[in-house]
């Protein structure tokens, strides 16, 4: 089992930066794909961006050039670095974790391909 909590949402205006951060307990995988999903209000959960266990890291174009996934092995926490935040990018942020057979993330990333999720946090960035 992988325990995942996020932290490091809340509200911004427009231009602004904010990092989530995702803290992970529990079984480590030798192989994994972590991401992070968000969902806005009325719309389907969609994912923003995925780093694999070897580093290798992938953005949905719309958060490309703004938004940057890292990791810091040490303290088990996965982060999302946004900048030039959009009234758009307002939605509730997840991280999400799950265990692969080697090789990068599939991408898109989808929900279904994820066992483990975070409980979420709430991004609003105001014009």
Not at 46 to 60: F, H, I, N, Q
Request: proline share 3%; net charge neutral.
């Amino acid at each position: 089992q992988v325990q995942l909590v996020e932290s490091g949402g809340g509200s911004v205006q427009a231009g602004g930066s904010l990092r989530l951060s995702c803290a992970a307990s529990g079984h480590r995988y030798r192989s994994y794909c972590m991401g992070w999903f968000r969902q806005a209000p009325g719309k389907e959960r969609e994912g923003v961006a995925s780093l694999d266990s070897e580093g290798s890291t992938l953005y949905a174009d719309s958060v490309k050039g703004r938004f940057t996934i890292s990791q810091d092995n040490a303290k088990n926490t996965l982060y999302l670095e946004m900048n030039s935040l959009k009234p758009e990018d307002t939605a509730d942020y997840y991280c999400a974790a799950t265990a692969i057979w080697g090789g990068p993330c599939l991408w898109p990333i989808k929900s279904s391909g994820f066992a483990y999720w975070g409980q979420g946090t709430r991004v609003t960035v105001s014009s």
